[in-house]
């Protein structure tokens, strides 16, 4: 068990460029989800997917963010047009859709800093 | 909106029991409770969940009231390597996509 992995771990951009992070799930697991965490407050939930199909997007995903999971495998969120107040950590998770009682496994997070 | 309320901080022993108290009051019937921990600069960790019984592992207990208002993680024995945030966190419905919905987490503290 390989858990799940996200890359780079850390990322340093000028304001205005674009940003793409890669998170590898548990290979099982069929559902994936993105968090944000920003300094000193809880995760909040971006955007999901089962399988390939993107299922829910909060309105904290902006028009600048978009989000891809090609065959239901790894998965990439891309941030267009940077912003300072996109500095943050985002977080990966995955799980299996199956039943009522299933957990869910977190990687480790890509530290964004828009400078 | 977080469903779950903590207190933002807490000192505990090291040796000694602790105690993190957890409120969602707004909790719905299909809705589990799950505990997650965070050690700065990593990934939330998973330590345990329940719907309404009280459940044990190797890492803690969870006690939930009866009406499922309120709910109590112990750590039974509490070491330094426990200093953490420990979020109470409500998991939606599998038709409401399974989110783990966070709070603010309480920032536990384990002095020797």
């Known amino acids: 068990d390989t858990g799940v992995s996200q890359n780079p771990r850390h990322k340093i951009t000028k304001r205005g460029q674009n940003v793409t992070f890669r998170c590898d799930p548990i290979?099982?697991?069929?559902?994936l989800y993105w968090y944000r965490q920003t300094l000193g407050q809880g995760p909040e939930f971006l955007t999901y997917f089962q399988n390939e199909a993107q299922l829910e997007k909060s309105r904290l995903l902006s028009d600048r963010f978009s989000a891809e999971r090609p065959k239901g495998s790894f998965s990439t969120l891309e941030i267009q047009r940077t912003e300072q107040g996109d500095s943050a950590m985002y977080l990966c998770a995955s799980s299996l859709a199956r039943g009522q009682n299933y957990g869910y496994t977190f990687g480790s997070g890509t530290r964004l800093t828009v400078v | 909106d977080a469903k779950t309320t903590q207190p933002p901080s807490m000192d505990c022993a090291e040796g000694r029991a602790a105690n993190l108290p957890c409120n969602h009051s707004t909790i719905s019937g299909n809705e589990y409770v799950y505990w997650y921990r965070q050690i700065h600069s990593q990934g939330p960790q998973y330590i345990i969940h329940?719907?309404?019984n009280n459940e044990t592992n190797e890492m803690a207990s969870l006690i939930i009231t009866e009406d499922r208002k309120s709910s109590t993680l112990i750590l039974p024995h509490a070491t330094l390597r426990d200093t953490a945030v420990y979020y109470c966190?409500?998991?939606?419905?599998?038709?409401?996509?399974?989110?783990?919905?966070f709070g603010q987490g309480t920032e536990l503290s384990v002095k020797p």
């Open positions: 329940g719907l309404k």
């Open positions: 966190i409500v998991r939606l419905a599998y038709n409401q996509g399974g989110k783990l919905i």
């Open positions: 290979s099982e697991h069929n559902r």
